[in-house]
C-alpha cells in the first residue's frame, strides 16, 4: 500500500546543474500536483496535472517543467537548478470521480542547491 | 492580502486543554476546507474536511465552518503531545473537476505535558 511515492528523498546540486524529480501514485487517481514547501511559506503550487495529457502551471512554475508520463507518474525537472530552488518539494496525488477529495502526499524530497 | 491565513503561532497548550486552530479566506466561492497535520520533517496528513457550514466531528477533532464570515476552525479536545505539529489549512475553490487547493502557512501547535 505505497500511495504516493518520491524519488529521491535528498538530493544535493551544484548551481546550473539538472535533474527530475519522480512520483508514482498507486491510487489510480487522476489529478496530481508537485508543491515547494519553504519556511514561512506554507505550500505552492508548481505545476499540476488534472487528468493523463494535461499539465498546467500553478502559483510558481519559473524554472520548472513538468511531464505526466502516464496516469501513474508526473515528474518535475529542474533544467538549471539556482539556490534560490533549494526546498522541500512534495508530490500529491488526488481523485476526481466526486468533490471534496483530498490530497495525497509523498514523503517529500529535499532538495538542496549549492 | 493572503488567500488563506493563519496565525503562525507557535501555539501552546496545556495536556488535556482544548487546543483552537483558526483559519479565514478570501475567496467566497470556495466550497471545500481541509485540515492537514504535518510532523516536523515528514508530509502532511488529512485530519478532516467539511463544506457544509458547522461542526464535523471526527473523535478528538471538531472542524467548524462559517461561510458568511469566511472562518474555518479546527477544534482539538484533550490535547496530547502527539498532537504537536503543524496545522494546514487548505481552501478549494467550487468547479468540480478542478482538485487545486490553497495553503496557509500553516499553525505551530505545541502541546505543553
Known amino acids: 500500500n505505497a500511495g504516493v511515492t518520491q524519488t529521491p528523498k535528498f538530493q544535493v546540486l551544484k548551481t546550473g546543474q539538472s535533474m527530475t524529480l519522480q512520483c508514482a501514485q498507486d491510487m489510480n487517481h487522476n489529478s496530481m500536483y508537485w508543491y515547494r514547501q519553504d519556511p514561512g511559506m506554507g505550500l505552492r503550487l508548481i505545476y499540476y496535472?488534472?487528468?493523463?495529457?494535461?499539465?498546467d502551471k500553478g502559483e510558481v512554475p519559473n524554472g520548472y517543467n513538468v511531464s505526466r508520463l502516464n496516469k501513474r507518474e508526473f515528474s518535475l525537472r529542474l533544467e538549471s537548478a539556482a539556490p534560490s530552488q533549494t526546498s522541500v518539494y512534495f508530490c500529491?496525488?488526488?481523485?476526481?470521480?466526486?468533490?471534496?477529495?483530498?490530497?495525497?502526499f509523498g514523503d517529500g524530497t529535499r532538495l538542496s542547491i549549492l | 492580502q493572503k488567500e488563506v491565513e493563519q496565525n503562525s503561532g507557535p501555539l501552546s497548550v496545556p495536556e488535556g486543554a482544548i487546543a483552537s486552530l483558526n483559519c479565514t479566506y478570501s475567496?467566497?466561492?470556495?466550497?471545500?476546507f481541509f485540515w492537514y497535520r504535518q510532523y516536523s520533517g515528514k508530509s502532511p496528513e488529512l485530519i478532516m474536511f467539511i463544506y457544509s457550514n458547522g461542526d464535523k466531528e471526527d473523535g478528538r477533532f471538531t472542524a467548524q465552518l462559517n461561510k458568511a464570515s469566511q472562518y474555518v476552525s479546527l477544534l482539538i479536545r484533550d490535547s496530547q503531545p502527539s498532537d504537536s505539529a503543524t496545522y494546514l489549512c487548505a481552501v478549494r475553490l467550487s468547479n468540480f473537476g478542478n482538485e487545486k487547493l490553497t495553503f496557509g502557512t500553516g499553525t505551530r501547535l505545541t502541546i505543553i505535558p
Open positions: 475567496d467566497r466561492g470556495s466550497q471545500s
Open positions: 500529491a496525488s488526488s481523485a476526481v470521480e466526486w468533490d471534496n477529495q483530498p490530497q495525497h
Open positions: 496535472s488534472a487528468s493523463e495529457g494535461t499539465t
